[in-house]
C-alpha cells in the first residue's frame, strides 16, 4: 500500500487547506494511506508527531478555511544535506514512499533537490546501516509532485497560481471600501499591494477597480512619470472624478532600476505647486493573503489535489518532477524545473534592468 504524505510550505495562500483536503481524499480513493507533515520542510526534518496520519474525515470543512492549517515555516536546516538527510530517515521511518508539496518557487526548488539527491541520502543511511538493504531497495526511488500555492500569481508555466484570486478578490474590496471615502472627501489614494518581483496583483487590481494610475516592477514608467500620472490624474479629475487611485506594486522600480515608493506618489500629488490632492497612502499588507479562498481558488485546491495524487501514483525514476498547472482552463503535469528556472529568469531580468526581456518573457508565460 502506497503511503503518501502532503505538505505546505512557504508564504500561506488561500486555498492550501482545499489541497491538503482534496490530496488526503484522494489517496484514500486510490487505496493508499494519506499523511500530512506539520510545519513545512520542519516537520519532515524533525518528524515526530509532525507526521500524522490522515483519515478522511480529519479534513472535513477545511476547504472553507483560511491559511494552511498544517502550518508551514521557513526552514533553513533542509538547505543543508543533514537536514535533508533527517527529512529521507523520517520519511523511510514512516514508510512514507511518495511525496506532495504545495508552495511557492523556494519550496518546489527545495523538492527537486530532494528528488535529486534521494539516492545518495539512501545511499548514506544504507552505510550507517540504520535500515537493512531489503528496506532500502523499497525507497529507492521518492516520487515527489509539487503544486503552487501563492498569493502572487508569479510562478512560470501556470495561468493562476492557488490563492492569486482570493488575494485579488481581497485587495478589489479593500479598494471599494476606501473609494467611498476617497469621493466623498475628494481625494487621492495610494494603495500599496503585494507580489515581490510580479506585477500581476497590482495590474489587475488595477484593472478590476479602474485605478488611475498603477506600477509593477515588469515594465517601469517612462522616466517622465511624474508627469504623466499628474496628467492623467488631472484629467480624471477634470472630468468630475472625486477619486484617485494609484495602485502600486511592492516590487515597483523606475526604469534606472529604483524602488518607487508610495511616499513618493504621495508627495507628488499632494504637492501644492502641482495638483495639492489630500492624498493618503494604505499598504494593504496581510490582509491580502488572509481569509477564505475565493471558489474560484477552491476549486483549483481540489482539482489540482486531484491530479497530483495521480501524478504522484503515475510517477516513475525515469520522469521529471512536475508541478501541476492549469493552462487554457485545463489542469495539466509540467516539469517542475522547468517553471522554477523561467520564473527566476523573470527575476533576474528585472533585477538586471532589462526591462523588455521581463516583459516578454511574461507575455510568453500567459500566451503560451
Ligand atoms: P513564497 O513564494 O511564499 O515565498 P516559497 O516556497 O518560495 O514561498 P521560500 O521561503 O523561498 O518560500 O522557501 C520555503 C522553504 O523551502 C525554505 O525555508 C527552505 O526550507 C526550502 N527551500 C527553498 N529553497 C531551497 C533550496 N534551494 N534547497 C533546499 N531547500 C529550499
Redesign the pocket.
Known amino acids: 500500500k502506497k503511503k503518501i504524505a502532503i505538505m505546505t ?5 488561500p486555498g492550501m487547506n482545499g489541497v491538503v483536503r482534496a490530496c488526503v481524499r484522494m489517496a484514500i480513493h486510490m487505496g493508499c494511506d494519506a499523511y500530512c507533515i506539520y510545519e ?3 516537520g519532515l526534518v524533525r518528524g515526530g508527531d509532525l507526521i500524522r496520519k490522515m483519515e478522511w474525515h480529519d479534513v472535513r470543512g477545511w476547504l472553507s478555511e483560511g491559511g494552511t492549517l498544517i502550518g ?8 543543508e544535506r543533514a ?2 538527510l533527517a527529512a529521507a530517515r523520517n520519511l523511510i521511518s514512516q514508510g512514507i514512499d511518495a511525496l506532495i508539496i504545495c ?9 527537486d ?2 528528488r535529486a539527491e534521494w539516492p545518495s541520502l539512501i545511499e548514506e543511511l544504507q552505510a550507517s546501516g540504520e535500515f537493512t538493504a531489503e528496506t532500502l531497495e523499497h525507497y529507492k526511488h521518492l516520487n515527489i509532485v509539487g503544486l503552487v ?4 500569481n ?1 510562478l512560470s508555466g501556470t495561468d493562476a497560481t492557488i490563492g492569486c484570486y482570493s488575494a485579488l478578490a481581497r485587495i478589489c474590496h479593500a479598494v471599494d471600501l476606501i473609494e467611498a471615502t476617497a469621493s466623498s472627501h475628494s481625494r487621492a489614494f495610494v494603495i500599496e499591494v503585494m507580489g ?1 518581483h510580479c506585477g500581476w496583483l497590482a495590474l489587475m487590481a488595477g484593472v478590476a477597480t479602474g485605478a488611475d494610475f498603477i506600477f509593477i516592477p515588469e515594465k517601469p514608467r517612462e522616466d517622465n512619470w511624474r508627469e504623466e500620472m499628474c496628467g492623467i490624474v488631472d484629467h480624471h479629475r477634470k472630468l468630475g472624478k472625486r477619486k484617485t487611485i494609484v495602485i502600486i506594486a511592492e516590487g515597483a522600480l523606475d526604469r534606472q532600476g529604483n524602488k518607487i515608493t508610495p511616499d513618493m506618489i504621495r508627495d507628488l500629488l499632494a504637492d501644492k505647486n502641482g495638483l495639492g490632492l489630500d492624498t493618503r497612502i494604505t499598504t494593504l499588507g496581510h490582509v491580502q493573503r488572509g481569509g477564505t479562498a475565493v471558489a474560484y481558488d477552491r476549486m483549483l485546491a481540489t482539482l489540482q489535489g486531484v491530479e497530483a495524487v495521480k501524478a504522484v501514483l503515475d510517477a516513475t525514476p525515469e520522469t521529471p518532477t512536475c508541478v501541476i498547472a492549469i493552462t487554457e482552463n485545463k489542469i495539466v503535469r509540467k516539469p517542475l524545473m522547468q517553471a522554477v528556472q523561467d520564473t527566476k529568469k523573470v527575476a533576474r531580468a528585472i533585477e538586471r534592468q532589462d526591462f523588455d526581456e521581463a516583459m516578454s518573457l511574461r507575455d510568453a508565460e500567459f500566451s503560451e
Not at 9 to 13: L, M
Not at 72 to 79: D, E, N
Open positions: 510550505s512557504g508564504g500561506d495562500s513545512g520542510y520542519e508551514t515555516a521557513r526552514c533553513m536546516a533542509f538547505f537536514g535533508r508552495g511557492g518557487d523556494g519550496s518546489l526548488t527545495g523538492a533537490r530532494f500555492g501563492s498569493i502572487d508569479d515581490r
